[in-house]
């Protein structure tokens, strides 16, 4: 399975990191692709570290465990830089990306030697900017989307609207709101 993409999402429960490795996975489903998407449950309370993880491929996936070397790790909430070795186990081809305001090289610094690429956008900016409130998954999502290249930017805007439509049909600004994040995400994950 050399073109299985693994990934591992670090974030704090209510911030939507297991909703956007389900969504992801559904999404991917929906173009085609074998998938796995999955939290593992520790303290389910809002705001302790919760870690979700997706698989992604073309062949039939027959692993079913925890990711421990993933290609790609999303961090949603910046703060867990500083008590969960986020890195731990990441290919060195591999790129973490990152919530963040700050430089790389401040993110490189927390980052316990970790010398791959890093990726950083401002969820909370596009988040606000877009839906009024800080909702930060779904800017990680296109965010993921377009550093791993699981798959292209139009056909992952289109799963996206037609996910969007069907679970906020009577809130079309919500709709409208949401895609517009996951445009704007697109444009500036750094």
Same mark, same amino acid.
């Not at 969960?84 to 316990?112: D, R």
């Not at 999502?141 to 289109?158: H, P």
């Given at each position: 399975?050399? +073109?299985?993409?693994?990934? $591992?999402?670090? /974030? $704090?429960? /209510?911030?939507?990191?297991?909703?956007?490795?389900?969504?992801? %996975? +559904?999404?991917?489903? &929906?173009?085609?692709?074998?998938?796995?998407?999955?939290?593992?449950?520790?303290?389910?309370?809002?705001?302790?570290?919760?870690?979700?993880?997706?698989?992604?491929?073309?062949?039939?996936? $027959?692993?079913?465990?925890?990711?421990?070397?993933? +290609?790609?790790?999303?961090?949603?909430?910046?703060?867990?830089?500083? #008590?969960?070795?986020? #890195?731990?186990?990441? !290919?060195?081809? /591999?790129?973490?990306?990152?919530?963040?305001?700050?430089?790389?090289?401040?993110?490189?610094?927390?980052?316990?030697?970790?010398?791959? !690429?890093?990726? $950083?956008?401002?969820?909370? !900016?596009?988040?606000? %900017?877009?839906? /009024? &409130?800080?909702?930060?998954?779904?800017?990680?999502? %296109?965010?993921?989307? &377009?550093?791993?290249?699981?798959?292209?930017?139009?056909?992952?805007?289109?799963?996206?609207? =037609?996910?969007?439509?069907? &679970?906020?049909?009577? !809130?079309?600004?919500?709709?409208?709101?949401?895609? =517009?994040?996951?445009?704007?995400?697109?444009?500036?994950?750094?």
């Amino acid at each position: 399975m050399s +073109d299985l993409i693994e990934i $591992r999402w670090h /974030g $704090r429960g /209510g911030q939507g990191a297991k909703t956007a490795a389900l969504l992801l %996975a +559904d999404v991917a489903f &929906k173009t085609g692709k074998h998938v796995q998407g999955f939290p593992e449950y520790g303290p389910e309370r809002m705001g302790a570290p919760i870690t979700a993880y997706n698989r992604i491929g073309t062949d039939e996936i $027959r692993v079913h465990s925890n990711i421990y070397e993933p +290609d790609y790790v999303v961090v949603v909430d910046s703060g867990l830089l500083d #008590t969960v070795n986020v #890195t731990e186990g990441l !290919k060195e081809n /591999g790129a973490i990306i990152v919530n963040t305001s700050k430089s790389a090289e401040e993110i490189k610094a927390k980052l316990k030697g970790y010398n791959g !690429k890093i990726y $950083r956008i401002n969820a909370r !900016k596009i988040s606000v %900017a877009c839906l /009024g &409130k800080y909702f930060p998954n779904t800017p990680m999502l %296109a965010a993921v989307v &377009k550093v791993s290249g699981v798959m292209d930017k139009e056909t992952f805007l289109a799963e996206m609207e =037609n996910s969007f439509s069907h &679970k906020f049909a009577s !809130k079309p600004d919500v709709i409208e709101g949401n895609m =517009n994040a996951l445009k704007m995400a697109f444009d500036e994950v750094k």
